[in-house]
């Protein structure tokens, strides 16, 4: 099954997680359960990004303690939140800390699917955006550092002869390099050239103070090792 239709439940009580799993098989989901924050928390570094049904009011906050953990992670974790007791200031917070909703147990299973269908939306847009960019990623990391420093002077907005002069090459070997990174990029414009180095998070930067040249060496982001999903059996059934 497609992780886009998985969601992870963590939830303390035996028969609201039996519950929970039974509703998302009626909706077309597989529900990974976990009966305490630190189960999911212990090997969150190894599982694929899906929708997390929360029970925010576990002991010690330790609800709340999950939802700030996925907020710092650079991937989309999409949240709903549950509560036996829906109170104000605990549906607020979860709310700041990136939670979508707030649903009271026991769960409707329309409530659930409400819920759910924006989303498994958000995942699947962030999954495409991720997509896209570990690709410029891919790109960027096929220029030289040389050829990083120019493309970052020219979406700066510095003339092939004001990058010859503060690297102190020709005008000619500047234009070299721009072919060059045209073709590694696979992009027929300084335009296209900028779309994926925004994708990729490269961005010109200011001149730093008493600096050689126009702009500040940048160094080409790294690619990120892919999360290696848990295998579906390594997590306990619920119950």
Not at 187 to 199: D, F, H, K
Request: neutral net charge; glycine residues 6%; aromatic residues 2%.
């Amino acid at each position: 099954m497609s992780h886009q239709r998985m969601v992870y439940v963590v939830d303390h009580d035996l028969g609201s997680r039996r519950a929970i799993t039974s509703h998302l098989a009626s909706l077309g989901a597989e529900a990974w359960p976990f009966a305490t924050a630190g189960e999911f928390l212990d090997i969150v570094d190894h599982l694929t990004p899906a929708c997390v049904l929360l029970e925010v009011d576990l002991v010690g906050g330790a609800g709340l303690d999950i939802l700030s953990a996925l907020a710092a992670r650079d991937e989309a974790w999409p949240l709903i939140a549950t509560s036996a007791r829906i109170e104000v200031r605990l549906a607020v917070e979860a709310m700041k800390l990136g939670a979508l909703d707030v649903l009271q147990k026991p769960i409707d299973l329309d409530a659930l699917a409400g819920a759910l269908i924006p989303a498994w939306e958000r995942l699947q847009h962030a999954l495409a955006s991720g997509a896209s960019a570990r690709a410029a990623r891919e790109q960027v990391a096929r220029l030289t550092p040389r050829e990083v420093e120019i493309v970052l002077a020219l979406l700066a907005g510095q003339a092939n002869k004001a990058v010859a002069h503060a690297l102190g090459i020709s005008v000619r070997t500047v234009e070299m390099h721009r072919a060059h990174i045209m073709a590694k990029l696979g992009v027929r414009s300084l335009a296209e050239a900028a779309l994926i180095a925004a994708r990729a998070g490269l961005t010109p930067t200011p001149r730093a103070a008493n600096a050689p040249g126009p702009w500040a060496k940048p160094a080409v982001p790294a690619l990120p090792l892919p999360a290696q999903p848990l295998a579906p059996g390594l997590i306990r059934a619920a119950g």
